[in-house]
């Protein structure tokens, strides 16, 4: 089993959709999770950092499930600007090899 | 403050050929790491550094040698290419462990014909 998985998409959506992605991990020990974004032809970026109690930032929401062992990320009001590949990462613990990436969910958002 | 920069860009190379990619932040970050990524299969680490002086192999070292230079540099050094080496590879640092934020370059797209 992957350590990170998540539905690689394509997830095409209207503008102003809202619109959910759910990534899941194998390892009950892991600490520390974030959702990065990666545009076409580009480096991975931080886009947030997933928090216990969930976190939000504009438009974006961050949801962590420890039970499950599932993130989520929520995109509302859906920009054009917002197409990209989203990259669910999990860290199993501190130190300098522990981070374990998701293939990605490639979102398009239609006009 | 440039980040993390890689060279170079873009490269093609035949099977057999060597070469290395290099790769230098200059946000004083203490571990550096190399992946490689294809369609499909996500992000790899090929090579990790935790920090200067030490390297450690991540899930795909086969065909790869790497060198921290000092804090700032770390290369990936490719001695005889090979066609499944095809593919961008990303330079990460990061300071401290994990629970930061890791920072890549814009990659290397490498062919190996």
């Known amino acids: 089993r992957k350590e990170v998985e998540q539905d690689p998409g394509p997830f095409n959506v209207p503008e102003g959709a809202t619109v959910a992605f759910n990534c899941t991990y194998s390892n009950s020990a892991s600490q520390s999770f974030f959702w990065y974004r990666q545009d076409c032809r580009k480096e991975p970026k931080l886009l947030m950092s997933?928090?216990?109690s969930g976190n939000e930032d504009g438009r974006f929401t961050a949801q962590l499930n420890r039970a499950s062992q599932y993130i989520s990320l929520l995109i509302r009001d859906s920009k054009l600007s917002d197409s990209a590949t989203y990259l669910c990462?999990?860290?199993?613990?501190?130190?300098?090899?522990?981070?374990?990436f998701g293939t990605g969910t490639r979102l398009t958002v239609i006009p | 403050n440039a980040g993390v920069t890689q060279n170079p860009k873009f490269q093609v190379l035949k099977t057999g050929q060597s070469m290395t990619l290099q790769c230098a932040q200059d946000?004083?970050?203490?571990?550096m790491y190399w992946y490689r990524q294809d369609p499909g299969m996500g992000l790899r680490l090929i090579y990790y550094s935790a920090s200067e002086g030490t390297t450690d192999k991540g899930e795909v070292p086969n065909g790869y040698n790497v060198s921290r230079l000092n804090k700032r540099e770390f290369s990936l050094r490719l001695e005889s290419a090979a066609p499944s080496q095809t593919s961008v590879y990303f330079c990460?640092?990061?300071f401290g462990g994990g629970v930061n934020e890791q920072y890549f370059g814009p990659g290397t797209r490498l062919t190996v014909t």
């Open positions: 990460a640092s990061i």
């Open positions: 990462v999990v860290n199993r613990r501190t130190g300098a090899n522990n981070l374990f």
């Open positions: 997933v928090y216990s």
């Open positions: 946000m004083n970050h203490n571990s």
